[in-house]
């Protein structure tokens, strides 16, 4: 079954980095991109991009570049996301979910299918 | 901002079906997808595409698209449908992925 394992809750001080990481299993890891959203405390979803499993290209949305960074090791079919200059509204908890493309007709779209469980990253000093 | 909105909380009575709307400029050219949140946990597909759902997912959930606006709609709804959900979709350009604000689901 696919599952998708992240690494635990971090405490960081401002300005330090913080590397998560997101291991799946049970499928061919470089079949499907990996995406990341963040969480922010009582706050919707914020897509922040995915990464090409298959490539390592990776894109990003708007207001996640430069500070982030995704990443892959797919000796390990792992994923990750690392975020450097960290500041408190970088508090949050952070996903990666398995990417899925759907077309019928003209029309399509990208969901994706297996969550991992998050993992809260808290920036305080 | 979001380029994808939601109401921020709708109620519903047991039993009843509720219907819980995603709007968008992208949603002409795109489908939505949905998701189910419960406090805690890590979101839940529940609805892709032009109406399906993932193995697991009963069949009181359902999804539609008319213009610029998706729904879900949740057909007798039950206590543990009690969540926030979220839609997504690609956005204007195609290029990136855009989540709606989400809607809080509270069953009377």
């Known amino acids: 079954q696919v599952q998708l394992v992240q690494s635990g809750s971090e405490l960081k001080k401002p300005g330090a980095s913080v590397k998560v990481s997101c291991k799946a299993s049970g499928y061919t890891f470089t079949n499907n991109a990996m995406n990341w959203a963040r969480q922010a405390p009582g706050q919707g979803l914020e897509w922040m991009g995915w990464?090409?499993?298959?490539?390592?290209?990776?894109t990003y949305a708007q207001g996640f570049t430069g500070r982030f960074v995704f990443s892959l090791d797919t000796s390990v079919s792992t994923a990750y996301l690392q975020i450097s200059s960290l500041e408190a509204e970088d508090t949050a908890v952070y996903y990666c979910?398995?990417?899925?493309?759907?077309?019928?007709?003209?029309?399509?779209?990208?969901?994706?299918?297996?969550w991992g469980q998050g993992a809260l990253v808290t920036v305080s000093s | 901002s979001s380029e994808l909105t939601q109401d921020p909380a709708v109620s519903v009575a047991l039993g009843q079906t509720v219907r819980i709307t995603c709007q968008g400029d992208s949603l002409r050219s795109y489908y939505a997808s949905w998701y189910q949140q419960k406090p805690g946990q890590a979101p839940l597909l529940v609805i892709y595409g032009k109406n399906n759902r993932p193995s697991g997912i009963p069949d009181r959930f359902s999804g539609s698209s008319s213009g610029n606006t998706a729904s879900l709609t949740i057909t007798g709804a039950q206590a543990e449908d009690e969540a926030d959900y979220y839609c997504n979709s690609r956005d204007s350009s195609g290029n990136h992925v855009v989540f709606g604000g989400g809607t809080k689901l509270t069953v009377l």
């Open positions: 979910a398995r990417v899925r493309y759907y077309a019928s007709g003209s029309y399509s779209t990208y969901y994706f299918d297996y």
């Open positions: 990464i090409n499993t298959n490539t390592g290209n990776p």
